[in-house]
């Protein structure tokens, strides 16, 4: 299940979102949850200030490739803020 929340306050709109493995999940799903999951915690870790943005992304592609999965290079969804 995915739980997406979106918010506006003062203005500005944000947004956030976790899944959740609800009752018997296949191996597939649980490995595709799991690696995602790390490659944020990974992410976030890496985040500091004067860290470019597409190293980040670097991190997350390295990591994902490793597992045998892949990221969408043109995925195209919305912005936040004001």
Do not use: Q, W
């Amino acid at each position: 299940m995915n739980l997406d929340i979106s918010t506006f306050k003062h203005g500005m709109h944000a947004d956030l979102n976790e899944t959740y493995a609800v009752g018997e999940i296949s191996e597939s799903s649980r490995f595709l949850i799991e690696k995602t999951y790390r490659s944020l915690e990974l992410a976030i870790s890496f985040c500091k200030p004067g860290v470019m943005y597409r190293e980040i992304g670097n991190v997350i592609g390295k990591y994902i490739e490793e597992h045998g999965l892949a990221v969408t290079r043109s995925y195209t969804g919305h912005g936040v803020g004001k």
